[in-house]
C-alpha cells in the first residue's frame, strides 16, 4: 500500500526543465571570465584586486627612496627595473586575458544549455554533452545569474537575461537540490 502511494506520488511530481540560450559575443565572454576569476582566490588577487599591485608600488618607490638617499644608486635603478617591470606585467596579464577571449573558437555561435533532474544539457556550435548533478562543484550564485563549475578552473556563466524556459528560480532550485553540499571544492 506505501509503495502504490509513493509511485502516485512520483507521478503527480512536475519535472522541472530551464533552458538558456547563450550568445557567445565578446560582452559575454569577458563577465564568464571575469566572474570565473573571482571565484579563484589567487587568481582573484593577481587580476582583480588592485591594491596587491599598489601596496608593492608604494613598497618598491619607499625603497627606491632610502636606496637614493643613502647613494645606493645601481640599487636603486635595480628595483626601479622591478617596477617598471610591475607596470608591464599588469599590461601583459590584462593583454593575456583579452587575447584568451580573441582565441575562443566558438565566439559568436549559439550555445543552449537545458537543466532538468537528470543533470545538464549543453549543446554548442563544436558538439553536445550530458553531464550528471555530480559532476559539478557547488556553483556561485549572483544576483544576474550563476555560474556552473566543473572544476576549479572550468566553469559556464548563465546570465537570468538568457533564459528562455523556466525561471531563475527554478534553476536555483535546480542547483539547490542536485548539487552536493558537501563539497569540499566549492567556493
Known sequence: MGDARKRSGLLRTTIVKTTHRL???EEYIAEAQRLSIAQNKMLKLMYQTWWVQWLARVIMVGFIIYL????????????????????????????SLAKARERLRAKGSTTVVSMNEQGVDIDGALGNSHLKWPAMLQPA?????????FSRLSALWLPDQSLIEGSSADVRQLLADNIDKSDTNGP
Open 23 to 25: 550568445i557567445l559575443t
Open 68 to 95: 637614493i638617499l643613502n647613494h645606493m644608486d645601481s640599487a636603486a635603478v635595480l628595483f626601479g627595473v622591478f617596477l617598471a617591470i610591475s607596470f608591464w606585467g599588469e599590461w601583459f596579464g590584462r593583454r
Open 141 to 149: 550564485i549572483y544576483p544576474q545569474g550563476v555560474l556552473i563549475r
